[in-house]
Protein backbone atom coordinates (compact mmCIF):
# COMPACT_ATOMS: atom_id res chain seq x y z
CA UNK A 1 0.00 0.00 0.00
CA UNK A 2 1.03 3.33 -0.55
CA UNK A 3 2.07 5.36 2.28
CA UNK A 4 3.76 8.87 2.94
CA UNK A 5 5.02 9.37 6.30
CA UNK A 6 6.59 12.48 7.81
CA UNK A 7 9.15 13.48 10.72
CA UNK A 8 9.16 14.69 13.02
CA UNK A 9 6.04 15.24 13.67
CA UNK A 10 6.54 18.65 15.55
CA UNK A 11 9.74 20.74 15.51
CA UNK A 12 10.69 23.70 17.56
CA UNK A 13 13.24 26.20 16.24
CA UNK A 14 14.42 29.34 17.61
CA UNK A 15 14.43 32.44 14.86
CA UNK A 16 17.89 31.26 12.62
CA UNK A 17 18.17 28.14 13.58
CA UNK A 18 18.15 26.10 10.40
CA UNK A 19 16.82 22.15 9.93
CA UNK A 20 15.44 19.83 7.56
CA UNK A 21 11.82 17.97 7.07
CA UNK A 22 11.71 14.24 6.30
CA UNK A 23 8.84 13.19 3.94
CA UNK A 24 9.48 8.86 3.12
CA UNK A 25 7.02 7.11 0.19
CA UNK A 26 6.74 3.85 -0.56
CA UNK A 27 4.68 5.20 -3.63
CA UNK A 28 5.77 2.43 -6.71
CA UNK A 29 6.63 4.99 -9.54
CA UNK A 30 6.37 7.98 -8.07
CA UNK A 31 5.24 10.91 -10.73
CA UNK A 32 5.63 13.74 -8.54
CA UNK A 33 6.20 14.52 -4.96
CA UNK A 34 4.58 17.36 -3.61
CA UNK A 35 5.26 19.70 -0.57
CA UNK A 36 2.37 22.24 0.77
CA UNK A 37 2.01 24.96 3.85
CA UNK A 38 -0.31 25.11 6.07
CA UNK A 39 -1.70 27.80 8.26
CA UNK A 40 -3.89 26.84 11.13
CA UNK A 41 -8.10 26.82 9.31
CA UNK A 42 -6.77 27.38 5.96
CA UNK A 43 -6.42 25.42 2.65
CA UNK A 44 -2.40 23.99 1.92
CA UNK A 45 -0.75 26.60 -0.16
CA UNK A 46 1.15 24.91 -2.57
CA UNK A 47 5.18 25.09 -2.22
CA UNK A 48 6.98 22.90 -4.82
CA UNK A 49 6.82 19.80 -6.96
CA UNK A 50 9.72 17.53 -7.27
CA UNK A 51 9.56 14.62 -9.97
CA UNK A 52 13.15 13.42 -9.99
CA UNK A 53 15.84 12.02 -7.61
CA UNK A 54 18.22 14.88 -7.28
CA UNK A 55 16.00 17.64 -8.53
CA UNK A 56 16.32 20.59 -6.28
CA UNK A 57 13.96 23.41 -5.87
CA UNK A 58 14.06 26.52 -3.47
CA UNK A 59 12.13 29.53 -2.60
CA UNK A 60 13.15 31.90 -0.01
CA UNK A 61 14.25 30.11 2.79
CA UNK A 62 12.77 26.70 1.91
CA UNK A 63 15.33 24.31 -0.05
CA UNK A 64 13.27 20.79 -0.95
CA UNK A 65 15.13 18.01 -2.35
CA UNK A 66 14.38 14.27 -3.78
CA UNK A 67 16.06 11.16 -3.40
CA UNK A 68 14.57 7.82 -4.66
CA UNK A 69 13.25 6.70 -1.23
CA UNK A 70 12.62 10.17 0.16
CA UNK A 71 12.34 14.28 0.65
CA UNK A 72 13.78 16.98 2.35
CA UNK A 73 12.58 20.19 3.10
CA UNK A 74 15.24 22.52 4.48
CA UNK A 75 14.78 25.59 5.96
CA UNK A 76 17.14 27.89 6.60
CA UNK A 77 17.47 31.06 8.89
CA UNK A 78 13.88 30.60 10.35
CA UNK A 79 11.43 33.24 11.11
CA UNK A 80 8.58 33.21 13.59
CA UNK A 81 6.17 33.63 10.24
CA UNK A 82 7.55 29.76 8.63
CA UNK A 83 5.16 28.45 11.71
CA UNK A 84 2.99 26.21 10.18
CA UNK A 85 2.19 22.88 9.29
CA UNK A 86 4.24 21.64 6.32
CA UNK A 87 2.52 18.98 4.30
CA UNK A 88 4.11 15.95 1.53
CA UNK A 89 2.34 14.54 -0.70
CA UNK A 90 2.48 11.36 -3.16
CA UNK A 91 0.13 11.18 -6.19
CA UNK A 92 -1.12 6.54 -6.31
CA UNK A 93 -2.54 4.89 -8.43
CA UNK A 94 -6.37 4.71 -8.85
CA UNK A 95 -8.80 3.80 -11.48
CA UNK A 96 -7.21 4.82 -14.57
CA UNK A 97 -4.97 7.66 -13.73
CA UNK A 98 -2.15 8.90 -10.77
CA UNK A 99 -4.90 12.09 -9.98
CA UNK A 100 -5.37 11.33 -6.28
CA UNK A 101 -2.85 12.25 -3.98
CA UNK A 102 -1.70 10.39 -0.21
CA UNK A 103 -0.61 12.84 1.96
CA UNK A 104 1.86 12.55 5.28
CA UNK A 105 0.41 13.60 8.23
CA UNK A 106 2.24 16.30 8.55
CA UNK A 107 5.07 18.33 10.44
CA UNK A 108 4.09 21.25 12.88
CA UNK A 109 6.79 23.83 12.64
CA UNK A 110 7.22 26.35 15.50
CA UNK A 111 9.99 29.13 15.26
CA UNK A 112 10.29 31.22 18.79
CA UNK A 113 11.82 34.61 18.72
CA UNK B 1 -5.69 34.78 -11.77
CA UNK B 2 -8.69 34.15 -8.50
CA UNK B 3 -7.56 30.50 -6.91
CA UNK B 4 -10.28 27.98 -5.90
CA UNK B 5 -12.91 29.51 -3.66
CA UNK B 6 -15.56 27.35 -1.69
CA UNK B 7 -18.71 28.26 0.71
CA UNK B 8 -19.55 28.31 2.71
CA UNK B 9 -16.23 28.61 5.07
CA UNK B 10 -18.09 27.10 8.13
CA UNK B 11 -20.81 25.42 8.66
CA UNK B 12 -22.67 24.18 11.86
CA UNK B 13 -25.76 21.69 11.83
CA UNK B 14 -27.53 19.26 14.01
CA UNK B 15 -27.11 15.64 13.17
CA UNK B 16 -29.07 13.99 10.24
CA UNK B 17 -29.40 17.32 8.81
CA UNK B 18 -28.69 17.42 4.55
CA UNK B 19 -25.93 19.77 3.92
CA UNK B 20 -24.15 21.02 0.54
CA UNK B 21 -20.69 22.54 -0.09
CA UNK B 22 -19.72 24.34 -3.40
CA UNK B 23 -16.37 24.57 -4.83
CA UNK B 24 -15.25 27.00 -7.75
CA UNK B 25 -12.24 25.86 -9.45
CA UNK B 26 -9.38 27.81 -10.65
CA UNK B 27 -10.68 28.84 -14.67
CA UNK B 28 -9.21 26.32 -17.36
CA UNK B 29 -8.36 23.68 -14.60
CA UNK B 30 -10.24 20.51 -15.95
CA UNK B 31 -9.43 18.48 -12.70
CA UNK B 32 -11.32 18.78 -9.10
CA UNK B 33 -10.82 17.17 -6.12
CA UNK B 34 -12.62 16.58 -3.03
CA UNK B 35 -10.47 15.82 -0.01
CA UNK B 36 -11.22 15.70 3.92
CA UNK B 37 -8.99 16.64 6.87
CA UNK B 38 -9.20 16.05 10.99
CA UNK B 39 -7.34 17.41 13.65
CA UNK B 40 -3.89 16.68 13.39
CA UNK B 41 -3.61 15.03 10.18
CA UNK B 42 -3.04 15.12 6.62
CA UNK B 43 -5.73 15.22 4.00
CA UNK B 44 -7.45 12.19 2.83
CA UNK B 45 -8.53 12.20 -0.93
CA UNK B 46 -12.48 11.49 -1.40
CA UNK B 47 -13.66 12.25 -4.64
CA UNK B 48 -12.07 13.77 -8.45
CA UNK B 49 -13.96 14.81 -11.45
CA UNK B 50 -12.07 15.31 -14.60
CA UNK B 51 -14.25 17.62 -16.61
CA UNK B 52 -17.67 16.76 -15.35
CA UNK B 53 -16.89 13.11 -15.41
CA UNK B 54 -16.58 11.57 -11.74
CA UNK B 55 -13.44 9.05 -12.38
CA UNK B 56 -12.54 7.86 -8.54
CA UNK B 57 -14.49 7.65 -5.28
CA UNK B 58 -12.74 6.44 -2.28
CA UNK B 59 -14.11 4.07 0.32
CA UNK B 60 -14.55 6.96 2.74
CA UNK B 61 -17.05 8.18 0.79
CA UNK B 62 -20.33 6.64 2.27
CA UNK B 63 -23.59 6.52 -0.03
CA UNK B 64 -24.07 9.70 2.11
CA UNK B 65 -22.06 11.64 0.28
CA UNK B 66 -22.59 12.71 -3.05
CA UNK B 67 -20.33 14.42 -5.15
CA UNK B 68 -21.38 16.45 -8.93
CA UNK B 69 -19.59 18.84 -11.33
CA UNK B 70 -22.60 19.51 -13.98
CA UNK B 71 -21.10 21.19 -17.01
CA UNK B 72 -17.40 20.79 -16.02
CA UNK B 73 -17.10 23.83 -14.21
CA UNK B 74 -18.39 24.05 -10.11
CA UNK B 75 -18.39 21.45 -7.73
CA UNK B 76 -21.03 20.47 -5.06
CA UNK B 77 -20.55 18.01 -2.29
CA UNK B 78 -24.05 16.83 -0.30
CA UNK B 79 -23.58 15.05 3.18
CA UNK B 80 -27.20 13.48 3.99
CA UNK B 81 -28.39 12.75 6.94
CA UNK B 82 -24.86 14.12 8.73
CA UNK B 83 -23.09 12.46 11.86
CA UNK B 84 -20.59 13.51 14.79
CA UNK B 85 -17.93 11.77 12.38
CA UNK B 86 -18.57 13.74 9.24
CA UNK B 87 -16.97 16.79 11.51
CA UNK B 88 -13.58 17.95 9.78
CA UNK B 89 -12.45 20.46 7.11
CA UNK B 90 -13.28 19.43 3.47
CA UNK B 91 -11.28 21.00 0.89
CA UNK B 92 -11.55 21.42 -2.55
CA UNK B 93 -8.27 21.33 -4.72
CA UNK B 94 -8.19 21.72 -8.60
CA UNK B 95 -5.36 21.03 -11.31
CA UNK B 96 -4.69 21.34 -15.26
CA UNK B 97 -4.24 18.31 -16.68
CA UNK B 98 -0.37 17.34 -17.95
CA UNK B 99 0.46 15.73 -21.16
CA UNK B 100 3.25 14.20 -19.76
CA UNK B 101 2.76 10.33 -19.26
CA UNK B 102 5.04 9.84 -16.22
CA UNK B 103 3.95 13.51 -14.05
CA UNK B 104 0.98 14.35 -11.96
CA UNK B 105 0.04 17.96 -12.11
CA UNK B 106 0.27 20.45 -9.31
CA UNK B 107 -3.51 20.68 -7.48
CA UNK B 108 -4.35 23.97 -5.78
CA UNK B 109 -6.30 24.00 -2.59
CA UNK B 110 -9.05 26.32 -1.62
CA UNK B 111 -9.92 27.24 1.73
CA UNK B 112 -11.57 24.77 2.93
CA UNK B 113 -14.96 24.07 5.10
CA UNK B 114 -15.14 23.74 7.95
CA UNK B 115 -18.46 21.31 9.69
CA UNK B 116 -19.47 20.93 12.88
CA UNK B 117 -22.14 18.11 13.33
CA UNK B 118 -23.59 18.88 16.78
Same mark, same amino acid.
Given at each position: ??????????????? $????????????????????????? $??????????????????????????????????????????????????????????????? $?? $???????? | ?????????????????????????? &?????????????????????????????????????????????? &????????????????????? &?????????????????????????
Amino acid at each position: EDQVTQSPEALRLQE $GESSSLNCSYTVSGLRGLFWYRQDP $GKGPEFLFTLYSAGEEKEKERLKATLTKKESFLHITAPKPEDSATYLCAGPTAGGTSYGKLTF $GQ $GTILTVHP | DTGVSQDPRHKITKRGQNVTFRCDPI &SEHNRLYWYRQTLGQGPEFLTYFQNEAQLEKSRLLSDRFSAERPKG &SFSTLEIQRTEQGDSAMYLCA &SSRQLLLPRATETQYFGPGTRLLVL
